[in-house]
T-cell receptor
């Protein structure tokens, strides 16, 4: 039931772009994206609902392909502050009162 | 507005001891959650509640019990702690709708020796 994330880890230089993928074997109702800095609580980035929605947040955007049960998080022109672990959380179509998180993708942005 | 708070922040237990973790939120949220976070495993849902007086099992409920006697509080209990329960525990809450943001507490770091 836990979604799969790829890649597990990525290292970027400032200004480079990255894509983080999240996929599920079950039909999804929504996908949530969170970022967590070391030693801190996860912080909400955005929610996407089924319907092929795409959202943006500063230079971070995401898409949701309901048919493929996949979501992708796009980070463009990365900044040092983007470093952290990114989690996708999924709500299933049959049970949308709980969010199940993936294992996370560690993103490191270096000067 | 304190948001979501957790008590205690750190705790060390011996195997077999019991303890209760308290989560409190002042946002009048209906839904509350307990997650545990272990390296490489992400956040795994232990138990959750969709309203006062209700609880339900998540992905990894064994060894834990919960209670939601008041809307603003969600308690997580360990009756007989085991080293495998060493983890960081996060509480989260949200209003109701499936489109709502989950707000996380700062976490409790628990070590079981």
């Amino acid at each position: 039931q836990q979604p799969v994330q790829s890649p597990q880890a990525v290292i970027l230089r400032e200004g480079e772009d990255a894509v983080i993928n999240c996929s599920s074997s079950k039909a999804l109702y929504s996908v949530h994206w969170y970022r967590q800095k070391h030693g801190e609580a996860p912080v909400f980035l955005m929610i996407l609902l089924k319907g092929g929605e795409q959202k943006g947040h500063e230079k971070i955007s995401a898409s949701f392909n309901e048919k493929k049960q996949q979501s992708s998080l796009y980070l463009t022109a990365s900044q040092l502050s983007y470093s952290g672990t990114y989690f996708c959380g999924t709500e299933l179509g049959t049970s949308y009162d709980k969010v199940i998180f993936g294992p996370g993708t560690s993103l490191s942005v270096i000067p | 507005n304190a948001g979501v708070t957790q008590t205690p922040k750190f705790r060390v237990l011996k195997t077999g001891q019991s303890m209760t973790l308290l989560c409190a939120q002042d946002m009048n949220h209906e839904y509350m959650y307990w997650y545990r976070q272990d390296p490489g495993m992400g956040l795994r849902l232990i138990h959750y509640s969709v309203g006062e007086g209700t609880t339900a099992k998540g992905e990894v409920p064994d060894g834990y019990n919960v209670s939601r006697l008041k809307k603003q509080n969600f308690l997580l209990g360990l009756e007989s702690a085991a080293p495998s329960q060493t983890s960081v525990y996060f509480c989260a809450s949200k209003w109701t709708s499936n489109t709502d943001t989950q707000y996380f507490g700062p976490g409790t770091r628990l070590t079981v020796l």
